[in-house]
């Protein structure tokens, strides 16, 4: 009977399951991990209070999950930075830094107070879950940062745990950093088994600036979310009006620069467009009132901002309204984002900028922008789109986004391979 016990695995997110931060990510994914493993998830970073957290909404899901507080007094982490500077590794990143000549004692602060929030998380982590050195389990980090750092600079403690962790985008690329920087990312390295990445292009990028041999210690492995069944056929029958409803979907912040689609969609004179975005953040306010200023005045032109919504709300969206493009004008993409691999997954065409993996999800079937678009641009592409919307080229471009994300973006396909590989990890 012992032979058949699913191996341990320790799943540690920011706030999932009990916030929406993570919701369209490890959601799809977590049913693939529990069929194969005994999980027990681990929310480090809650985005709400955790005294509004209701722990039996959770565990009627069906999900073992427990939380481990963020906060921290001055003693806390005066105490946490203490151990710290005890620690190899805060010195060879410090002799990093200074060789670098560049922000020096900003990102020497940076990575004290980085290795102080990972002694703060290791130590927590430790009690939460009684590891010793006896423990045997597969410890799984959704992001690469300082928890995935806490856990692997005690490594050598607990001689049968291993570690694996997934890396996404601002844990990886140096411009995500407050000053120019990731901290830790070789001393992090040595701790794991496999490093995974969501994109090939995020491979590349790390590969090259640490000087990694391609072997199979790194991954790529895509995210992916469910097949919807729909035909092209399907959309042809439920295509009805001309007017094309363009959706977005993001957190409204200066990265995404959502302003760059209210310039476009000012500039579109003939075609009837319906806009609407889904998300929220700081911006909302000052986009609302830009639209209000650029767009009040455009009778061609409806939208709304309907604000955060699940992951199941924008689904249902997609299946109750007729979707006839989706866009994304972001800065920066380092991964597949899911927002784009929903419109692929129900045929819709895709309007984005050629940042990123962003240029292999759009070949055939949608516009690709510039990197850094004009509104003028912006406003080419939507005309052109709505233009074309519903001839054969437009169904083309339908069917050319279900092929791809068959090809690329099939949960069940994606998670089952990817599960296998944590498994055989385990053996």
Same mark, same amino acid.
């Given at each position: 009977?012992?032979?058949?016990?699913?191996?341990?695995?320790?799943?540690?997110?920011?706030?999932?399951? +009990?916030?929406?931060?993570?919701?369209?990510?490890?959601? @799809?994914? +977590?049913?693939?991990?529990?069929?194969?493993?005994? &999980?027990?998830?681990?929310?480090?970073?809650?985005?709400? @209070?955790?005294?509004?957290?209701?722990?039996?909404?959770?565990?009627?899901?069906?999900?073992?999950?427990?939380?481990?507080?963020?906060?921290?007094?001055?003693?806390?982490?005066?105490?946490?930075?203490?151990?710290?500077?005890? #620690?190899?590794?805060?010195?060879?990143?410090?002799?990093?830094?200074?060789?670098?000549?560049?922000?020096?004692?900003?990102?020497?602060?940076?990575?004290?107070?980085?290795?102080?929030?990972?002694?703060?998380?290791?130590?927590?982590?430790?009690?939460?879950?009684?590891?010793?050195?006896?423990?045997?389990?597969?410890?799984?980090?959704?992001?690469?940062?300082?928890?995935?750092?806490?856990?692997?600079?005690?490594?050598?403690?607990?001689?049968?745990?291993?570690?694996?962790?997934?890396?996404?985008?601002?844990?990886?690329?140096?411009?995500?950093?407050? =000053?120019?920087? !990731?901290?830790?990312?070789?001393?992090?390295?040595?701790?794991?088994?496999?490093?995974?990445?969501?994109?090939?292009?995020?491979?590349?990028? +790390?590969?090259?600036?640490?000087?990694? !041999?391609?072997?199979?210690?790194?991954? &790529?492995?895509?995210?992916?979310?469910?097949?919807?069944?729909?035909?092209?056929?399907?959309?042809?029958?439920? !295509?009805?009006?001309?007017?094309?409803?363009?959706?977005?979907?993001?957190?409204?912040?200066?990265?995404?620069?959502?302003?760059?689609?209210?310039?476009?969609?000012?500039?579109?004179?003939?075609?009837?467009?319906?806009?609407?975005?889904?998300?929220?953040?700081?911006?909302?306010?000052?986009?609302?009132?830009?639209? #209000?200023?650029?767009?009040?005045?455009?009778?061609?032109?409806?939208?709304?901002?309907?604000?955060?919504?699940?992951?199941?709300?924008?689904?249902?969206?997609?299946?109750?309204? =007729? &979707?006839?493009?989706?866009?994304?004008?972001? !800065?920066?993409?380092?991964?597949?984002?899911?927002?784009?691999?929903?419109?692929?997954?129900?045929?819709?065409?895709?309007?984005?900028?050629?940042?990123?993996?962003?240029?292999?999800?759009?070949?055939?079937?949608?516009?690709?922008?510039?990197?850094?678009?004009?509104?003028?641009?912006?406003?080419?592409?939507?005309?052109?789109?709505?233009?074309?919307?519903?001839?054969?080229?437009?169904?083309?471009?339908?069917?050319?986004?279900?092929?791809?994300?068959?090809?690329?973006?099939?949960?069940?396909?994606?998670?089952?391979?990817?599960?296998?590989?944590? &498994?055989?990890?385990?053996?």
């Amino acid at each position: 009977m012992e032979q058949d016990r699913k191996p341990d695995m320790y799943l540690i997110t920011q706030d999932f399951p +009990y916030g929406p931060i993570e919701d369209s990510f490890v959601k @799809p994914e +977590y049913p693939y991990l529990r069929e194969r493993f005994h &999980v027990s998830v681990i929310a480090a970073e809650l985005s709400v @209070p955790e005294e509004s957290v209701s722990e039996g909404a959770v565990h009627e899901q069906g999900i073992e999950a427990c939380m481990i507080s963020r906060r921290q007094g001055i003693r806390d982490k005066l105490f946490s930075l203490m151990r710290f500077l005890c #620690e190899r590794d805060c010195y060879t990143e410090i002799a990093a830094i200074i060789k670098s000549r560049q922000k020096i004692w900003q990102r020497i602060y940076r990575a004290l107070m980085f290795g102080a929030a990972a002694e703060t998380f290791y130590r927590r982590l430790k009690k939460k879950i009684s590891l010793t050195k006896e423990t045997r389990a597969l410890f799984y980090f959704y992001w690469f940062d300082y928890k995935c750092f806490g856990l692997t600079m005690h490594r050598h403690k607990f001689p049968h745990i291993k570690i694996i962790a997934r890396t996404h985008g601002y844990e990886l690329y140096d411009e995500r950093e407050l =000053y120019g920087k !990731q901290f830790f990312k070789p001393q992090t390295d040595a701790g794991l088994e496999r490093l995974i990445f969501a994109a090939q292009y995020a491979k590349s990028y +790390y590969l090259k600036k640490y000087r990694r !041999q391609d072997d199979e210690k790194y991954p &790529v492995y895509r995210l992916g979310v469910s097949d919807r069944r729909v035909t092209v056929e399907d959309r042809r029958k439920a !295509q009805n009006g001309q007017e094309l409803l363009l959706v977005s979907c993001s957190g409204a912040n200066q990265m995404k620069r959502i302003h760059l689609i209210i310039e476009g969609l000012a500039g579109v004179k003939d075609a009837a467009v319906c806009w609407v975005h889904m998300g929220d953040g700081k911006e909302l306010d000052a986009l609302r009132s830009l639209a #209000e200023d650029k767009l009040a005045d455009k009778p061609n032109i409806r939208y709304e901002f309907t604000g955060s919504l699940p992951n199941a709300d924008v689904v249902a969206y997609y299946q109750k309204h =007729y &979707v006839g493009c989706f866009i994304t004008t972001t !800065q920066t993409e380092g991964g597949s984002p899911v927002s784009v691999q929903e419109a692929l997954s129900f045929g819709v065409p895709v309007i984005a900028v050629a940042v990123g993996e962003l240029a292999q999800m759009v070949q055939g079937n949608g516009i690709l922008l510039s990197e850094n678009p004009s509104g003028d641009e912006i406003s080419r592409a939507i005309e052109q789109m709505s233009l074309c919307y519903g001839t054969e080229s437009y169904w083309q471009m339908c069917e050319r986004s279900l092929a791809i994300f068959r090809e690329k973006f099939d949960a069940q396909r994606n998670f089952s391979a990817f599960a296998e590989e944590l &498994v055989q990890i385990m053996q």
